[in-house]
């Protein structure tokens, strides 16, 4: 008996030191876990000392702060968005001048066509009712020069007064009259002798058939036309294209007829195509605050299409002032700020006037001259940094109001 109460104390004995002893390791696991990392080096801020903010060197976050400098802004680019049209001098729309049923199609989008050449074939009744005119008119005209030719034989003979000679001669000239207006109708429209009321639709100028919007058997009314509505046929010349550009109201003075411009489209980055203004409008659109200019553009290889959007660039000549980034102007309140770097790493804020504000460049009247440096990347990182700087050397607590008494 007393050897198994011995036996079992032991064993409790071991079981006790071995669950002390876990314990003990998970509190040193623990106290591992709950170690804080090493604290990163502190990097010293920079130092506000009259009106400069001065890092020291090699301050990492001088390597956040891009540096440009001024140039002189004698001329500048500016960047207009534009696209691509046809070139409606030389381009016609074919609409039904009747109302008819389409019979045959003869023109392919692709094809060249030339003056006079059929496009497509009508069956129309109003059509036809042309013709009857014009040949009715026609019977009328022969009929009228006969009457004049008895009138005035029976005139010649004293038969008749000269009154009747005079009504005679009055209907052969109306009915000469009628019949040539009725045959320039037809004629217009491509009709021939006769009644066959087809009509057909002809171009009017050379080109190549860039749309087309009938199918056979399709009904046409000659009201289908006008804004909105496609026309049945497009033909033009698309080795010469038109640029419709939207200028700025502060680009009024530098977009003239017969400037030169240069043409981007993003189907080909590398290229630049050349143009020229053709036209410009004498009023502002009061929706978008822009300047209607049209351009003209060759484009022989055809390798720009209608209806591209396109970026038209025009070079601007300026005045006095320097030409900086526009990402280096910083507005504080009503106010346009740069900062200058006078020596490296420090910086100090320059007040500027703006001549000319474009989306990637301006130009600084005042402020600045030729050759400064100017932040041009993360301006607004060094803003706050000033900022930061300028409450920091502010006083506080007990030194405010001993400052304060001193003053009093």
Request: net charge neutral; with cysteine; hydrophobic share 40%.
């Amino acid at each position: 008996m007393s050897i198994q109460r011995s036996f079992g104390s032991t064993r409790h004995v071991h079981r006790a030191a071995t669950l002390a002893a876990c314990i003990a390791a998970g509190l040193a696991l623990a106290g591992c876990k709950d170690e804080p990392p090493p604290a990163a080096p502190q990097v010293a801020a920079p130092i506000l000392k009259d009106n400069q903010l001065r890092f020291l060197p090699n301050h990492p976050q001088l390597a956040l702060l891009g540096i440009e400098t001024a140039k002189a802004g004698k001329s500048i680019t500016v960047e207009l968005p534009a696209k691509l049209v046809w070139n409606e001098e030389l381009t016609q729309r074919v609409y039904p001048s009747f109302a008819g049923r389409v019979t045959e199609i003869k023109a392919a989008v692709g094809e060249h066509v030339k003056p006079g050449d059929v496009l497509a074939q009508l069956a129309s009744p109003d059509f036809g009712v042309a013709q009857a005119d014009t040949a009715k008119a026609s019977i009328d005209a022969a009929l009228s020069a006969k009457a004049l030719a008895r009138q005035r034989e029976l005139f010649e003979a004293g038969i008749t007064p000269r009154k009747d000679l005079e009504t005679a001669e009055a209907d052969a000239a109306r009915s000469r009259a009628e019949s040539t207006r009725a045959q320039a109708r037809t004629k217009l429209y491509g009709g021939r002798s006769g009644v066959s009321q087809v009509l057909a639709l002809r171009a009017s100028i050379g080109g190549l058939v860039v749309e087309r919007n009938l199918n056979p058997g399709q009904e046409l009314r000659p009201d289908q036309s006008g804004p909105g509505v496609p026309p049945l046929f497009v033909i033009s010349d698309p080795t010469s294209l038109w640029v419709q550009i939207d200028a700025r109201e502060s680009e009024a003075g530098t977009v003239t007829v017969g400037s030169t411009f240069g043409l981007r489209v993003a189907a080909f980055p590398s290229l630049t195509f050349e143009g020229r203004v053709t036209a410009v409008s004498d009023a502002i659109d009061p929706t978008t605050r822009t300047i209607k200019v049209r351009g003209v553009v060759p484009n022989p290889a055809r390798k720009l299409k209608a209806e591209m959007l396109a970026t038209a660039v025009l070079d601007r000549q300026m005045g006095q002032g320097v030409l900086i980034p526009a990402s280096a102007v910083v507005l504080q309140g009503t106010q346009q700020y740069v900062y200058e770097e006078v020596e490296p790493g420090v910086f100090e804020p320059r007040k500027v006037t703006l001549s000319f504000d474009g989306p990637k460049e301006v130009i600084a009247a005042t402020g600045l001259e030729v050759g400064d440096r100017v932040v041009a990347t993360n301006p607004l990182l060094l803003s706050r940094l000033f900022a930061a700087a300028i409450e920091d050397a502010k006083p506080t607590g007990a030194a405010a109001s001993a400052n304060k008494a001193e003053k009093q």
